[in-house]
């Protein structure tokens, strides 16, 4: 039975860029048909009934029709503006740095529930306030699970013998996580990882948001883990986010 030409979804904006006189192209993610471009026409005219609703870092309730080339958007309703998330320059670039990994771990027209759960699920996070480096570690962390990559901090990914608290610790994305002392390797001084982001590590996986958003840690640590898990995903997915310099200097600002 061939799928019904008209079809309603919720719908997170990915990406977007302006075609032709008035119209836009769209990466919509949706939790049943995964990801899917759509063309919303006559958009950007002043008189749009859809302009001002089609925005990103919202959740909408969407009405399309299928095309040859991309489904025609004919209508948007907002369920979920998440305005909190916008009064935060640091939050708004995390938001945009989290659906650009998003966008990076899906394929189009494949069922993403999951995926699309957690997306939402950090966007309410800084729309709530919590702070936006623990939202993207835990968003990381939690992408890596659903992408089958769950990066391994109890056990040496060589020998998988269980980490001695008391041993040197080595970073190593293409094993998948890290390598203990005794297992030959690239050297400490090139991708060593303290104790302390260890354990963090391990938080981040373990424990739930109310938990971690309440941990008070140096920024040294804090930082040392965003360093392992940006170096994680970059072999994951195969390349840097392109949002991560906007966001870098956003907090630098």
Do not use: N
């Not at 008035?22 to 049943?32: E, G």
Request: include cysteine; aromatic fraction near 8%; hydrophobic fraction near 45%.
């Amino acid at each position: 039975m061939p799928a019904p030409r008209l079809y309603v979804t919720d719908a997170i904006v990915l990406t977007r860029f302006d075609y032709g006189e008035a119209d836009r192209i769209m990466t919509l993610f949706t939790p049943a048909f995964g990801k899917l471009k759509a063309i919303a026409k006559g958009v950007r005219r002043t008189k749009s009934r859809l302009g001002g609703s089609l925005e990103p870092l919202a959740e909408l309730r969407v009405a399309l029709a299928r095309g040859r080339t991309f489904d025609v958007v004919t209508q948007v309703q907002v369920s979920h503006a998440w305005l909190h998330l916008r009064d935060s320059l640091e939050s708004t670039a995390t938001a945009w740095y989290l659906a650009e990994l998003a966008d990076r771990s899906l394929e189009e027209r494949h069922e993403a529930e999951g995926l699309y759960a957690l997306l939402r699920h950090a966007y309410e996070l800084l729309d709530a306030g919590m702070d936006a480096g623990r939202v993207a570690r835990w968003y990381e962390m939690r992408l890596a699970d659903e992408l089958g990559v769950r990066p391994e901090v109890d056990r040496c990914v060589e020998c998988d013998r269980m980490l001695d608290a008391d041993e040197a610790f080595r970073w190593v994305p293409p094993l998948g996580g890290v390598l203990c002392s005794r297992c030959p390797g690239p050297p400490a001084d090139r991708a060593g990882l303290s104790l302390e982001a260890l354990k963090l590590l391990k938080a981040y996986q373990r424990l739930d948001v109310e938990a971690l958003a309440a941990l008070r840690l140096p920024a040294a640590v804090e930082a040392e883990v965003e360093q392992a898990m940006r170096d994680f995903l970059r072999y994951s997915l195969e390349r840097d986010a392109r949002s991560l310099p906007f966001l870098d200097e956003v907090r630098r600002g």
